[in-house]
């Protein structure tokens, strides 16, 4: 019923998204992460869907069902995440990575469960190194597509987002606050700013996250 009353304004578009946090292996039991809960990723797929895109959803550990009509694909890290996002990406006309990436992962995860200092008689330490810039990748070879991005930032909101969509060469950012009531990682709402290559800027105010999907869309729509 919903589809009567929104636009169809993306029919034949292909669209990738990402979403949700990843996990890196420590040892077959624990992991390094994040508090994303995916849940603005999923709002963004199932608008797209429902205003007549073809939803390709990457996504991250996370305890939401996928969206009807959207070709779900679960990953775990940020490697496999790479390799389902560079490998979609050829055939989308639109690329929005809402993820929370990991940016580090254990250099070795050990195979065997690790075990506490009174059986091993050591301290435990762990090696950590960078995870690939999946986004930073995607922007490089963007050519004609369209990509967003999202900026995580606690602080100097619109400077550091910016920045990201500078460097990795975006036509779009969302400066997401996060660290504060009601935005961000596990809240139903969101506060953000919309940031375009063209300098321009909209904020938009705080709003439950399937209505800032929407927003994104209708901002995305009228650039295409
Ligand atoms: N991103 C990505 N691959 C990574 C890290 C981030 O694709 N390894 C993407 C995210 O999906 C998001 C954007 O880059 O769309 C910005 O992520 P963010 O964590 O805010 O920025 P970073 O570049 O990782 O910088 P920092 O965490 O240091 O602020
Ligand atoms: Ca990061």
Request: with cysteine; charged share 30%; proline share 4%.
């Given at each position: 019923?919903?589809?009567?009353?929104?636009?169809?304004?993306?029919?034949?578009?292909?669209?990738?998204?990402?979403?949700?946090?990843?996990?890196?292996?420590?040892?077959?039991?624990?992991?390094?992460?994040?508090?994303s809960s995916g849940k603005m990723g999923y709002a963004?797929?199932?608008?797209?869907?429902?205003?007549?895109?073809?939803?390709?959803?990457?996504?991250?550990?996370?305890?939401?069902?996928?969206?009807?009509?959207?070709?779900?694909?679960?990953?775990?890290?940020?490697?496999?995440?790479?390799?389902?996002?560079?490998?979609?990406?050829?055939?989308?006309?639109?690329?929005?990575?809402?993820?929370?990436?990991?940016?580090?992962?254990?250099?070795?995860?050990?195979?065997?469960?690790?075990?506490?200092?009174?059986?091993?008689?050591?301290?435990?330490?762990?090696?950590?190194t960078e995870n690939p810039d999946i986004l930073r990748?995607?922007?490089?070879?963007?050519?004609?597509?369209?990509?967003?991005?999202?900026?995580?930032?606690?602080?100097?909101?619109?400077?550091?987002?910016?920045?990201?969509?500078?460097?990795?060469?975006?036509?779009?950012?969302?400066?997401?606050?996060?660290?504060?009531?009601?935005?961000?990682?596990?809240?139903?709402?969101?506060?953000?700013?919309?940031?375009?290559?063209?300098?321009?800027?909209?904020?938009?105010?705080?709003?439950?996250?399937?209505?800032?999907?929407?927003?994104?869309?209708?901002?995305?729509?009228?650039?295409?």
């Open positions: 019923l919903d589809k009567l009353f929104v636009p169809c304004d993306f029919t034949g578009k292909k669209i990738l998204i990402t979403a949700g946090p990843t996990r890196e292996a420590i040892d077959p039991v624990r992991y390094i992460s994040n508090h963004i797929a199932e608008a797209a869907e429902k205003r007549g895109a073809e939803v390709t959803l990457v996504s991250g550990p996370v305890a939401l069902l996928p969206p009807l009509g959207v070709e779900t694909v679960r990953v775990e890290s940020a490697r496999d995440m790479a390799d389902a996002v560079l490998g979609a990406m050829d055939t989308a006309d639109i690329i929005i990575k809402v993820a929370a990436v990991a940016d580090y992962r254990p250099a070795d995860s050990r195979d065997k469960k690790i075990k506490k200092k009174d059986q091993t008689g050591e301290d435990l330490s762990i090696n950590i990748a995607v922007g490089k070879k963007k050519q004609h597509r369209f990509v967003a991005g999202f900026a995580a930032e606690t602080n100097d909101l619109v400077e550091n987002a910016t920045l990201k969509m500078d460097r990795k060469n975006l036509d779009m950012i969302v400066a997401n606050k996060v660290g504060v009531e009601g935005s961000g990682f596990e809240a139903d709402t969101n506060k953000v700013t919309f940031l375009f290559r063209d300098g321009t800027r909209r904020d938009v105010p705080l709003m439950d996250k399937s209505a800032v999907a929407h927003a994104l869309l209708d901002e995305i729509g009228i650039r295409l």
